[in-house]
């Protein structure tokens, strides 16, 4: 199973990204009410970088045939992600390591069944179009 087993690790955006209103002090680049994402209104692109970064994630386990990823990661990452279907079940308590941090463990085939049901236009932008695990298909 260790075999199978990747860390997700430095998901983080740059500092010039991070200066929009609500997430300059966010590791990740995801303001803490993630509810700004989903106004009628809001401009931003697919909430983006954060949901482009976990897709470039999901290639490259993909490529390296890891099918479980683990991560510490910011609660309102995990919110986020969550509203997509992206499915992270806790490991262990909250810690504090440059704010609240949650450490979290996925499996690949579980989130792209999930994102799949709950946003499929993200599933196919993950897997394009199903080229990559096509058993979530």
Not at 26 to 34: C, F, H, Q, R, T
Not at 39 to 51: A, G, N, T
């Amino acid at each position: 199973m260790r075999s199978r087993l990747g860390e997700i690790s430095r998901f983080a955006v740059s500092k010039s990204f991070k200066r929009r209103l609500g997430e300059a002090g966010s590791i990740a680049g995801v303001a803490s009410d993630i509810e700004v994402y989903f106004d009628d209104d809001e401009r931003r692109v697919l909430p983006h970088i954060s949901l482009g970064l976990f897709a470039a994630v999901i290639r490259m386990m993909h490529a390296h045939e890891i099918t479980l990823g683990y991560a510490v990661m910011e609660p309102a990452l995990l919110r986020l992600l969550g509203r997509f279907g992206v499915v992270f079940r806790r490991i262990g308590p909250e810690v504090d390591y440059h704010g609240v941090r949650i450490p979290c463990i996925t499996s690949v085939y579980q989130s792209l069944t999930n994102i799949k049901k709950t946003a499929p236009q993200v599933w196919e932008l993950m897997t394009n179009r199903g080229e990559f695990f096509r058993e979530a298909a």
